[in-house]
C-alpha cells in the first residue's frame, strides 16, 4: 500500500506532521476498497467522458 | 404569504408590492441573521431596486413569470456581478466579481428580487458549514446543531423565512443535506440541466446547482426559471426544458415507485428509519404500489465518489497552493488527499464511474423513482465530529453523505422532502431519486407527498 505520508512530503506538503495522520488515515481506507473494486473492471471500460447527457444531444 | 405561489397570487391580485416583501425578508434577516448567520453579504440597495423595478412592471402590465418580484438569494459560490462572492473562504474575502453566474442572471431576467449571498461551508468543501473565517451557521431547529453543508446558509434562510428560495450547489450532498437538516425542499437537478457558469467550482463533473425552497412546487418554479443550455457551460444539456411545476392534484399512480433493498436502510436512526417508512407506506396509498429493488453497491458507488472528488477539487484549487495555510484545517487536509490522488487512479475511478453508471440506470428500467432516506440521523451538534449510530461510532462527514454522494456520480436528479421529525426535534429528510433528465416526475411524487402530509409549514421555534 502507499506510504501517503512520505508522498505528501516528497510534494512539498506545507501541512505539519500530525496534520498527516488525518491526510494518511481516510486515504489508506480508501484505497483498501478502491483496490478491490479496480479488479472489477474490464479492459475495455473506457472512462465516462460525457457523464449522463448522451454525445448526440450536446 | 408563505410560499412563493402564494406570494406570486399576492402580487398579480395587488394584496400585497414586491416592495413589501422584500421589506419583510429585510426585516427578518436583520432580527434572525446575528443569531443564524445564514447571510454573509445582504444587498438591500440592490433588492429595493429589484423590487421597486417588478412593482413597476407589473403595474405596467409587465409580467415575468412566478418569480417576478419574488426576494430569494444565492449561495456565496455564486458569482455576483460587482458584490462580493467570497466561497466561504479567507482566499476569496475580497472578491468582487466583474461576471454573473447564468443562474443569477437567469433569476434576474425572471424578476427575482436579490436579498443576498448566504453563508456556506468554506470552499463548498464540508457538511457541517462551520466555517473558521466567517462563524458557524446555525440551525434555526436548534441553534447548537449544524444546519448541514455546504450550503448551509441556504437551508438556515429558507426555514428562518429569511428568502422565498435560496440557491445551492451540490458536488456529494450540499443541497439535500442542509434541506433534511432544516426542513426544506432542496432539489438537485440532473448534471447539465442547470449551469454551472460563473458558479466557483469545487469539481468539475459532481457540481450541481438547484433551489432549496419551503415546497415543492416552490422549486419546481425555481428549476423552471433557470434549467436550459448555456453555451458558457460545456457540460449543460440542449434537452428540451419541459413543463415541471405539479398540477394543484397530482394523480400519481402512474410512477412505479422502488425502494432499495439494500444499502440506504443500513444503520439509520430508528427515527430517521420511522419516519421515512411512514412515508412509504403513503406513497404506497398514493401511487398504487411500491416495490423492493436491489441496487448496485453504493459504498462502491461512495468509494468512486470520494476519488473523483479529492482529485479533481484538488486540481480546481491547485493555483492557490501557496496560500493553502490561510484555509481551514479541515479543508486543507482534504485539498492535500487529492494532490496525492494518482492519475491512474483518477482514471480508473472514471472507467468505473461509467461501469457502476450502466448498472445503476438498469434499476430505472423497473422503476420510475426510488425513495431513501437523505441522512441517517439528524442535525449534529456544532463541533462534533463524529456521530453515533446504533452504537457504532462514524466519521459525521462521511455518515452524512454516505446515502447521497453516490447520487452525483451517476448524475441524476434527486430532491429532499420533509418528512418528519427524530426524537430530538430535528427534522428528517427523504430522498426522492429519479432517472436523468426525470425532474418532472420527481417533483410531481413530492408535490403528491407533501400535499398530504404538510411538513413544511412547522416553522423551527429556534431554541437553543
Known sequence: ???????????????????????????????????ELEKGLALETEPVNFYVVPEGER | VRTILEAGEALRTRKVSSAELTREMLGRIEKENPRLNAFLTVT????????????????????????????IALKDVFCTKGIRTTVGSRLFGEHVPEVESAVGERLAAAGAVLLGKTHMHELAYGVTSNNPHYGPVRNPWGLDRVPGGSSGGSG?????????????????????????????????????????????????????????????????????AMAGADERDQTSSRRAVEAYVPAERVDGRRLRIGVPENHYFDRLDPAVAKAVEAMIDLAGKLFGSVEKVRVPDVE???????????????????RYFERFDEIGADVRVLLEQGR??????YINAQRLRRQMRDEFFAVFERVDLLLTPVTPTGAGRIGEATVKIGGVEEDFRLATTRLVRGVNVLGIPAM??????????????????????????????????????????REPGMAS
Open chain 2, 156 to 224: 438556515a434562510a429558507v426555514a428562518a423565512r429569511m428568502a422565498y428560495m435560496a440557491m445551492g450547489s451540490d458536488t456529494g450532498g450540499s443541497i439535500r443535506v442542509p434541506a433534511a437538516f432544516c426542513n426544506t425542499v432542496g432539489l438537485k437537478p440532473t448534471h447539465g440541466r442547470v449551469s454551472r457558469y460563473g458558479v466557483m467550482p469545487l469539481d468539475f463533473t459532481l457540481d450541481h446547482m438547484g433551489p432549496l425552497t419551503l415546497t415543492v412546487r416552490d422549486a419546481a418554479v425555481c428549476l423552471q
Open chain 2, 300 to 318: 462502491a458507488l461512495n468509494t468512486v465518489g470520494r476519488v473523483i472528488l479529492l482529485a479533481e477539487a484538488s486540481a480546481a484549487m491547485e
Open chain 1, 1 to 35: 500500500m502507499t506510504d501517503w505520508k512520505q508522498m505528501a512530503r516528497m510534494r512539498g506538503t506545507k501541512l505539519r506532521e500530525e496534520e498527516l495522520d488525518k491526510v494518511a488515515g481516510p486515504l489508506e481506507a480508501l484505497e483498501k476498497r478502491f483496490r
Open chain 2, 340 to 345: 496525492l490522488i494518482p492519475a491512474a487512479d
Open chain 2, 416 to 457: 429532499s422532502l420533509p418528512c418528519g421529525f427524530d426524537g430530538e426535534g430535528m427534522p428528517v429528510g427523504m430522498q426522492i431519486l429519479g432517472r436523468a433528465f426525470g425532474e418532472a416526475d420527481v417533483l410531481a411524487a413530492g408535490a403528491a407527498l407533501e400535499d398530504e402530509t404538510g411538513y413544511w409549514e
Open chain 2, 44 to 71: 438591500p440597495e440592490r433588492a429595493w431596486a429589484d423590487a421597486s423595478r417588478a412593482d413597476a412592471e407589473l403595474a405596467a402590465g409587465v409580467d415575468r413569470g412566478p418569480l417576478h418580484g419574488i426576494p
